[in-house]
């Protein structure tokens, strides 16, 4: 009858979907191609944009973002923008805003992970700070509740450890994300030329 497979199978199996759909799908000649089908330029540009200080929908903007994660790094992204002829000067509009909001994020990014570095910092005198505290304590003090000094020093190496195996990893995994959404291409091409 129905075979059950354990949540690891399911896993391999749905991870293989995807390296196949992407495969199949997206990927050309080792680059990785978004499509994204527009009605006009207004699924692009936010409506609240004034002319001159435009910024990307964010619904349009959550989609390349989506799409892209699924896009293993090596590969280089290609966002095509299948809808009506874009004017030259709407190309650029685009282009240019699309460049400008990723190089945004990308910077954004960067400057959260100089700030999480200089905490880094801090991190590594609290820890040390705190430590020789309770070093001092425990030796030459005997009267002093020691259980203030246990919870800092907890604190600090807690931090600390996190920072330096789980989140430093995954800021600069962001960072690199980013760079790439930064430095993707964008073509054009008219809905006609494109099969529904």
Known sequence: MFEKHSNRQRYYYKKSYLERRLQ???????VAHIPCKVKSI????SKFSVKGCESLDTEFLMYIMDFAGFIPPEHMIVL???GPGFSPEEQKTIIETITA??????GRTEEHLNYRRKGFISMIAGTIISGIALYVA???????????IFVVFWLFA??????MFIDKRDYKEEKIFMGRLASMEV???EQDSVPE
């Open 24 to 30: 199949y799908d997206v990927m050309e000649n080792g």
């Open 42 to 45: 207004d699924d692009i540009i």
């Open 80 to 82: 095509e923008l299948i």
């Open 101 to 106: 909001e990723t190089a945004y994020i990308l």
């Open 138 to 148: 425990k030796k030459l003090i005997v009267d002093v509740p020691l259980e203030f």
């Open 158 to 163: 807690d931090a600390l450890v996190r920072y």
């Open 187 to 189: 073509v054009f091409k």
